[in-house]
């Protein structure tokens, strides 16, 4: 257990000092530059979420294909996420974003990240994506209750995320112990 600890400690050190890297460490001055900065931290850390899950061999149409992540109702993180990925690969997959409204088809994603909505867009579109091999995050109070596999909290100031087991689990999707040990809070499937 303890070297889990280490290499948890490690694996958030490092995404730490990557986003502190691709981004800066000068502290914003305003409101709009602290959201801004939100937005990047978000989509650094959905980028580097893909790093740590494994999804069925049916997800993906080909050993090519790219690997799709979609964003709901948060085009600033879209644009963040798209400037990000590109040129760059999740395993050896090139990474695709596409923006997408409440209320579109959620197939063909493999990362799905919804944005700031109300509780009852946040349930239709995770029920849209339910059974689907993708993984669903979002930045909901409730987002874990209401069927989201990793969910955003901001926490002394600082972005952090949960993750639950179970909706994760129905998807067939695996999320690395390396992932978990770095997560605020693991709802683990009831017994």
Known sequence: MPQLRTVATRLLALL?????IVFGNSAPASGQ???????RVK???IFKFGDYIEWPAEAFRSPSSPL???????DAIADELA?????RVVGERPVVVRKLRHGEPLSGLHM??????SAAQLSAALAASKGQPALTIAEAEDGLRLGSMINFVIVSDKVRFDVALSPAEASRLKISSRLLAVARNVVAPAP
């Open 68 to 74: 799709v992540i979609g964003v709901v109702g948060a």
């Open 33 to 39: 530059e602290l959201q801004a900065t939100e937005y």
């Open 83 to 87: 400037r990000l990925s590109a040129g």
């Open 16 to 20: 730490a000092l990557a986003v502190l």
């Open 43 to 45: 989509a650094a850390f």
């Open 112 to 117: 799905i990240f919804i944005g700031r909505t």
